[in-house]
């Protein structure tokens, strides 16, 4: 009978944004875990300079597009129109690989750099998006979802990566120079292609015309930080904290790089981080709507800590422990990523969801800044340095999480 009809398990938008995000990460990922190789290969001739140049590359890129984020937020919220900036971020990102063709550090930052302004422009709206078409009582599992498919997508881009590098093109594999990385970046054009063709049939969630009353009574978008719920800004304050050693995981994969591994194996480990955090974001989403958002996101946060601080102590003789502490570090994302966005959703003021997850990832983006670039640094002197400064940062936004922050009884 009709009235007996199984309800779906997730809105339409939320399986397109989750399928735009796996055809994306497919292709940000064929990229990304050999950028340091890329750039390794480039700077051949000026090697002491590697680490602060991809420190510059990753923090401007990261910190310079983030200032979209907050903007793009408020004004999906002020219009009312989550698909459309969503389809003009992706296309920027994908229309930036292009610049990848060309070998030069500061193209390389001009890449890495539009890309993330897409990022900036399509995140806040994406997200909005997904958490209007979701019941409350089901964010988590609706972002643990999202967060699954572009962890998914980040796998399948590893994987097919890691075997154009070992068996089409061992030239990258052994980093002979910048041409030899041409061939994998122009195949990835094709899937971050697919992702935005996918996302044209997503609906708003917001009707066209509405009553004018109505949206006299509506909430308005509010961009006074001040105003929002004092838990909300304290775990703002802890995210800041936290990002100040949360570098670009490109410092994870050059020191493991630099360890003794090589190109493909480093891609391995890669794999199977992206692996554990597809397998298991979904289910720590879920356990957040049970639980709540803050007791995964404390132990994600401390298991974050534990990983840095031994990537900053493990040798060339131990080298092997990092096949242990990359899908350990899966599992730090597993917990935390999809989790911040439901408990900032869930605390955001009325009308301000957009504005406010637009905050956070600003919060996030203005903090990557600093971290890559100390983190550049403090590896041209002690390539361990970064890593144990990151665990003490994260121990200290733990202890702002535990004891300051409160959370609606759930």
Not at 248 to 267: A, E, H, I, K, P
């Amino acid at each position: 009978m009709p009235g007996n009809k199984a309800k779906p398990i997730f809105h339409r938008n939320v399986i397109i944004t989750g399928l735009t995000s796996f055809f994306t990460d497919i292709s940000s990922e064929m990229i990304y875990p050999i950028l340091q190789g890329f750039i390794a290969a480039i700077m051949k001739t000026q090697s002491a300079f590697l680490g602060p140049v991809l420190g510059v590359i990753e923090g401007v890129s990261e910190s310079t597009a983030s200032l979209l984020k907050v903007f793009s937020g408020y004004f999906s919220d002020k219009l009312q129109k989550r698909k459309a900036p969503t389809i003009i971020g992706y296309t920027l990102s994908w229309a930036a690989k292009a610049l990848f063709l060309f070998p030069s550090w500061y193209t390389v930052l001009g890449a890495r750099l539009f890309d993330k302004v897409g990022k900036g422009i399509r995140t806040a709206p994406r997200d909005a998006l997904i958490s209007e078409s979701t019941p409350k009582e089901q964010q988590g599992k609706a972002f643990g979802f999202q967060r699954a498919m572009d962890f998914a997508g980040a796998f399948m881009g590893a994987v097919v990566c890691f075997f154009i590098v070992k068996y089409l093109f061992p030239a990258a594999d052994k980093m002979t120079g910048p041409s030899a990385f041409y061939p994998i970046f122009i195949i990835s054009l094709v899937p971050a292609f697919i992702g935005v063709l996918v996302l044209f049939f997503a609906k708003d969630t917001e009707p066209k015309t509405a009553n004018n009353n109505a949206n006299a009574n509506k909430p308005k978008p509010n961009l006074n930080f001040r105003k929002y719920d004092r838990n909300l800004q304290l775990f703002f304050l802890a995210q800041f904290i936290f990002t100040l050693g949360n570098s670009s995981n490109q410092f994870l994969l050059l020191r493991s790089t630099n360890l003794g591994f090589s190109l493909s194996s480093v891609l391995l480990m890669y794999i199977i981080f992206n692996f554990t955090t597809s397998v298991f974001a979904v289910q720590f989403g879920k356990l957040s709507d049970k639980i709540g958002c803050k007791k995964p996101l404390i132990a994600g946060y401390s298991l974050y800590a534990v990983v840095y601080i031994a990537f900053g102590f493990i040798t060339a003789d131990t080298c092997y422990l990092l096949w242990v502490f990359w899908p350990i570090y899966g599992l730090y994302y597993a917990m935390t990523e999809g989790v911040e966005k439901a408990f900032v959703a869930r605390t955001a003021p009325e009308g301000s969801k957009g504005t406010a997850l637009g905050f956070y990832n600003t919060i996030v983006g203005v903090g990557l800044l600093p971290a890559s670039v100390i983190a550049g640094f403090l590896f041209s002197f002690l390539p361990s340095a970064p890593f144990v400064f990151g665990g003490i940062m994260a121990a200290t936004a733990v202890a702002i999480l535990s004891f300051t922050v409160k959370e609606a009884r759930h």
